[in-house]
């Protein structure tokens, strides 16, 4: 199996080439998929190198690392902390073989920085804090019995009043468009094959999980 540095510079090369060619993030995050399976970047990691291929002057650009001097850097130091760190806050749900390949280190090292230094652990597929201060969870619980409080107030007419972003990509996952306009179709097309009632029924379990919260002292609720 080659190495995840191996990897990262097949797939930048990649990336590059395509790019050159005019193709979009989304085509290349596809084609690279249908090669790579389960050790493809994601979808964000793509859009992001296609991004820097565009501003790079093709002549000139490189899929190695630019040399550095100085000491060389540890595959756990605070650089390489400070990177996985903004690469999970960028994308919550990224793997860790996307993280191993984008910063070029081995995926235990990612590994254990995630969970050991970083202090990280999954939650219903997402990264999270490990460990909530006491003062992180008073605010939970505090911030939950306001909108409870809200709600017993004023009913039904309070939860209409939430706005909420739409994780609608999420059953979208598996299927392959070529463009991103047609990515915006698939997702306007499955909103408006949903009933007032499927959107309500969201809401309604925010009533649900505020009491959970606060069952749990302010300490995560598991979907």
Known sequence: MASSMDLRLKQRAVIEFLTAEGCSP???????KAVYGEMCLDVNTVRRWTRRSREENPSESTVHDQAR???????SDSKHQSRVDQLIRENRRVKQIDISIEIGISQERVHHIITNLLGYRKVSARWVTRMLTPQITLQRVQIC???LAKFDEDGEDFLRQIVTGDESWDYLKGNRYETDEDVKNAVLSW???KTADCFA???QQFVRRWRLCIERDGDYVEK
């Open 145 to 147: 019995r306001e909108l």
């Open 26 to 32: 989304i085509e290349i995050f596809y084609r690279m």
């Open 69 to 75: 001097t100085g000491r060389p850097l540890s595959a």
């Open 191 to 193: 909103c408006r094959d």
């Open 201 to 203: 029924d969201g809401i």
